[in-house]
Structure formats: C-alpha cells, structure tokens
C-alpha cells in the first residue's frame, strides 16, 4: 500500500470575526458613564507554508477538513476580543494550489513560502469605537464577518534538476543511492518505488538534486501502473535522464524499445519536448549487459543522444555521468531568465467607480452587489432596530438609493443585497433617510445630556445624519 499522496481536495474554513459588544459604562454614583462596548476579535486565517520536512500530502489525504478558530466577541470596559489563531498548514516544496476549475491559484516553491487560503473574518466594531461628538451613546455594536469557506486542490510537483524515468527495476533507484545520499527502497520486483526519491549531488562546484520518478509502463500517460500518478513530477526539472536496463531478464523487452516506450508516453503527457535528454545503460557489470551496451550505444548516438554507460552496483561510470549532468544543470539554470524581486502592484479604482452595481433581473428583483453595501449587510444585526437604521443611513450615503432610483425601482419593489445564495432581500421605499429617521435618533440617549428645545433637537438629528457616514468611517479600521 502506497505511503505517498500527491493530489487531494482540501476543504478550509477561515476564523469568524467576533462581534462587537454593545455596553454602557456603569459605576458608583454615575450609572451612565457613556460607552465602553470593545472590538470583536479577528478571525484565524488558513495558511499554506511551505515546510522541506514534508514531502507528502498524505495527511490531508486523511483529513481534508479544516478550520481555524472563531474571533473572541468584544466585552464592557472597552475589552477588544482575542483573536482567532491562524491555522498553519505545512505542504511539501513545489505544491500548486488550484480551484475547483483548474485555475492556479498559487504556486509554492521555496522554503517559507506562504499563502493565504483562507481569510478570517473581520470583528465587530463595538458602540465605543460607533461614538462620536454627536452620536454619544450607540446602542448597537457590528456583527464579526464570517470566514472564508473554500474548496481548494493541492497539487505535488516534485521540485528538483534531474529526472531519473524508466521501466520498473531499471536500476533508478540503486543509480540514485550512489550518485547521492538518498536511502531509497531497492528490490528486483516490479513498482518498488512508489514515491518519487529526491538526492543531492555535488559535482565540482555545483549542487544539483536528482529525483528518481517511479518506473512508467506503456499507457502510463493514461493512468495504466503508477505513471498517471507521477508523470507530473518530470515537469519542473531541468533534464530527463533515461536509465535503461541492459540486463533485463524479460525476453520480450530491449533497451531501444523501452526508450521508444517511455518517449512515446512522455509526449502524450506533453510540455516535455524541450527538455534536454541524456540517456544511461545500465548494469554493464553484467557481461551480456556490457555486450548489448556495446552493440546499442552508436544506434542512440546516431539519435542524437548523449549515452553513458554505468554500473550502479559495481560503481563504474559515475563520476562521467555526475558531472555531464552538473554541465546540462548549470547551462539550463544560466538560460532561466532571474527572478525578479517581489514587487507591490497597485490597482487604483477608477474614479468614477461607485464600489457596487445594481442590477434588475428578470423576475423584477433589483440586485445589489458590491464589496461594502455586502460587508455591511454582513455585520448588522436585523434584530436591533437602531442598527438596521445605521445601516439604511450608510447605504443612503454611498449612493444605493440613488441609483435604485435610476435603475427604475419604485416603491414596494424587490431589492436584493448580495449573491443569489446569501442575499438580504426587502421590499424597497424611496428616501431611505426618511424610513431611517422613523427608528429614532441612532446614538442618543437623553438620560447622558440636559434637555434640548424640540427646533434644536430636530437640528441635531439633522446634523447627524448629514454626518454619520463621515464620522464612521474615521473609526472603520476597514
């Protein structure tokens, strides 16, 4: 049974945001000392980092289900909640990262590399950080976001310069415990690689790693044995080394024709065609093996192929051979073009972007989508009539109304807020402000301030609607 898993489906669910906490200051001979509601805590992200001690997918193989933790909710006595912890996920060097479609979402090469696969939710903001001079005493807090829900594929590609592919029992693995000092598992029966080995070779002055790849059969680039499995992990090296058996105790096999083979099944899988190929004669120790190596080698040097001829057992030819490959590594890294330093790219918004779009669909339902008029949807609570007010405010400010107007919306039509999945939908009446106001000014409470006139408490309100929105956002932290 095969340790080794290369290709699995991972279902992550970032932290939930905490919510914030909506409280009143109390003490001793001063009841209402104004608010002190605190932040609802961040919720943990999921993170991809790349870790050298892993070389599998197996656990996740096991376990494709997780999750961070949740954002602590706020507390009184302006208490921020703690946040989620992140869940660090460890993945072998050279995992991609797809979606459900196929699309690359990342690709991870290098010790520490990171990637963030899901996101946590953002807290709450609670009623402390909602007051200002004119809202006093918000009697509302925000609702946590929740986290990210993604199913997302994690892809193997062995990382490494060499590509030891052949037969089965061709003598890669023994190859590769010689020429480094990777411990491979070595028998004479069929498939005794079942995960691709990785070794380090010093040639002189360069370093380079070598991977033996699991033998491929004919059909292999149609999943027939092992090959399906692992042809991928030929696609990131630099050169394809055939190891051909020219002692092979099977009479209806030779060397030619298993190279003829595995090309043959190479360009099926395709992209390989432009690496460059060197081809090894293996088991020369044996003499009927010498003798065919002998008889073979001008036929694929006419083909244009650099041959070797080695003993892997018997330590004959090696030093040759490393040190070729260290000369075809080194060529095929100067041609790489360098890797450019990481650079911070910044899309600007247009300037005529209002942030969200409304649509009318075709049973007469106007939709609106957008990253802020969603957000905030999200964090209020529909149970709280002074939130729901503040948030008719908000999206009356961003210009919502308006364009519902423009769209062709009248009084009483179907307004939807969000995708068809998750959307808040209400029955829609003009001048939101108005339908605002009815809840009662957001943020007051007379028990905090001597009584006004009623012409300077309808001045007030006035002024605070006029400056809600403004005010908010010098504490939206988002």
Known sequence: ????????????????????????????????????????????????VVDQSVTTLLDYHHSPHRKATNGKPGEGGNRSGKDGQDLVLPVPDGTVVLDRDGEVLADLVGHGTRFVAAQGGRGGLGNAALASARRKAPGFALLGEPGDLQDIVLELKTVADVALVGYPSAGKSSLI??????????ADYPFTTLVPNLGVVTAGSTVYTIADVPGLIPGASQGKGLGLEFLRHVERCSVLVHVLDTATLESDRDPVSDLDVIEAELRQYGGLDDRPRVVVLNKIDIPDGKDLADMIRPDLEERGYRVFEVSAVAHMG?????????????????????????????????????GFTVVREEDGLFRVRGEKPERWVRQTDFNNDEAVGYLADRLNRLGVEDQLMKAGARAGDGVAIGPEENAVVFDWEPTMMAGAEMLGRRGEDHRLEAPRPAAQRRKDRQAEHDEAEREYDEFDPF
């Open 177 to 186: 415990s010689v020429l480094s000092a990777a411990k491979p598992k070595i």
């Open 1 to 48: 049974m095969t340790t080794f898993v290369d290709r699995v489906e991972l279902h992550v669910a970032a932290g939930s945001g905490g919510h914030g906490c909506a409280s009143v200051h109390r003490e001793k001979f001063k009841p209402l000392g104004g608010p002190d509601g605190g932040n609802g805590g961040r919720g943990g992200d999921v993170i991809l």
């Open 318 to 354: 090696l030093k040759e051979l490393s040190f070729a490959l260290a000369e075809i590594v080194g060529t095929a890294r100067a041609a790489k073009p360098k890797e450019e330093a990481t650079r911070v790219v910044i899309r600007p918004k247009a300037v005529d972007d209002s």
